[in-house]
């Protein structure tokens, strides 16, 4: 099984789970052993899943102004967690392929590896609303019809992106490519970098 099959099936399995009780304050119940990949995989997607929720509760225009604010505030935290994610499965390829010597005349990517990972499990989550809604009964046949075109795209953009994740993978693990992590470098959650807060303090 290649990285992104597994990867896609730990995604399905993520948002399956979620999707039992559909409530963005379920607690998550990672059936992965804490210090491997597959417990990584399973609570970034959780995490996608539970902000794409939060970002459709947001967007009620009959929201009180207060819960909106602390729900702004739980998408900057979710945010915040899914970066630090992202850069822990960055560390975890930069172990795997420690011992790899890039040839001489090896490429940098555009992207990091965990980068592009973090692409395919929000695309899981496209994929299985985009899917809901060709399934819709309430829905009328123009409105299935036009998701199930833009569903195909999804599926096609997935089997894209995983044979390019895995050909990148494998372009490192030959040498082929080499990895460079750049750790984000988010201002605004710094008080001592955003001027709103910094200039409180004064």
């Given at each position: ?13 993520a948002?399956?789970?979620y999707?039992l ?6 607690t ?34 009959h ?32 172990q795997t ?10 490429r ?5 590896p ?16 985009m ?25 096609e ?9 895995d ?27 955003n ?8």
């Open positions: 099984m290649s990285f992104t099959e597994q990867a896609n099936k730990i995604f399905r399995q948002i399956n789970d999707h009780t559909d409530n963005v304050d379920t998550i119940r990672n059936p992965y052993d804490r210090d491997s990949i597959e417990y990584s995989l399973y609570l970034k997607c959780w995490i996608d899943t539970v902000q794409w929720h939060l970002e459709d509760i947001i967007r009620d225009p929201i009180n102004p207060q819960d909106a604010l602390a729900m702004k505030r739980r998408i900057d935290r979710s945010n915040q967690d899914r970066t630090d994610l992202v850069e822990d499965i960055d560390s975890y390829f930069r392929y420690s011992n790899v010597t890039p040839l001489p005349d090896a940098l990517n555009t992207e990091s965990a980068w592009a990972v973090d692409r395919l499990s929000i695309l899981a989550l496209k994929i299985y609303h899917r809901e809604q060709v399934e819709r009964q309430d829905a009328s046949d123009e409105h299935r019809a036009k998701c199930q075109a833009k569903l195909n795209v999804l599926l953009q997935q089997v894209d992106l995983s044979t390019a994740i050909q990148l993978l494998e372009d490192i693990e030959q040498g082929r490519k080499y990895m460079k992590v750049y750790r984000q470098m988010k201002m605004y959650n710094d008080p001592s970098t001027p709103v807060l910094y200039n409180k303090k004064r």
